[in-house]
């Protein structure tokens, strides 16, 4: 059975902190990996999408690294800001479009 | 490039009632995804609609169903509703340009349609 797991559940962190958010996952198949921020009542907006055969992806302040052997991702945010508050999720992807997403991480940014 | 549309965004009904919900795609994206959102369950996976044919459904009962059209919109529909059912409903498309290298495409998802079962 597929399963995506997010650690922290929460996290609080005063403005301008370096942070890490966990995703585990217990089949290494996988296609891709794609991380998601939700803001409250709201979709989700991607952030990064990281391919099977890569290690890891970059778009400005947001770093995604994968480890397929080990069945782990992290997201990594420098230099955190209040407008960063919101829900992280993870989500596998294993065959076609069918996603596994994990529970989620809610960040709290505090200025 | 507009983004993955939903409507409506805010839906009240009553148990026994059914419901339809619409999603339009990217333009030029061909799958079409549907996820139901709880506080308790999280996202779960409902179906996937890929060139008007379903290509995958999670574990949900028959009361869900949906089609897609050939200009790539979706529509779901929720029969008999209950109380159970009231969550927010989230489309996500991407583009499939062929069996290989679509297994790659990264979703866009739309902003949802809140539906509360009273």
């Known amino acids: 059975k597929q399963e995506v797991t997010q650690i922290p559940a929460a996290l609080s962190v005063p403005e301008g902190e370096n942070l890490v958010l966990n995703c585990s996952f217990t089949d290494s198949a996988i296609y891709n990996l794609q991380w998601f921020r939700q803001d409250p009542g709201k979709g989700l907006t991607s952030l990064l999408l990281i391919q099977s055969s890569q290690r890891e992806q970059t778009s400005g302040r947001l770093n995604a690294s994968l480890d397929k052997s080990s069945g782990r991702s992290t997201l990594y945010i420098a230099a955190s800001q209040p407008g960063d508050s919101a829900t992280y999720l993870c989500a596998v992807r294993y065959n076609f479009n069918k996603f596994y997403f994990g529970s989620g991480t809610k960040l709290n940014v505090k200025p | 490039k507009a983004g993955v549309t939903q409507t409506p965004r805010y839906l009240i009904k009553t148990r026994g009632q059914q419901v339809t919900l619409s999603c339009s795609p990217i333009?030029?994206?061909?799958?079409v995804s549907w996820y139901q959102q709880t506080p308790g369950q999280g996202l779960q996976f409902l179906f996937e609609?890929?060139?008007?044919?379903?290509?995958n459904k999670g574990n949900f009962p028959g009361r869900f169903s949906g089609r897609q059209f050939s200009n790539s919109r979706s529509e779901m529909n929720v029969s008999t509703l209950e109380l159970g059912d009231s969550a927010l409903y989230l489309c996500?498309?991407?583009?499939?340009?062929?069996?290989?290298?679509?297994?790659?495409?990264?979703?866009?998802f739309g902003p949802g349609t809140r539906l509360t079962v009273l």
């Open positions: 333009s030029g994206h061909r799958s």
């Open positions: 996500a498309s991407s583009w499939v340009p062929g069996l290989a290298g679509g297994l790659n495409n990264e979703q866009f």
């Open positions: 609609y890929f060139s008007e044919t379903q290509r």
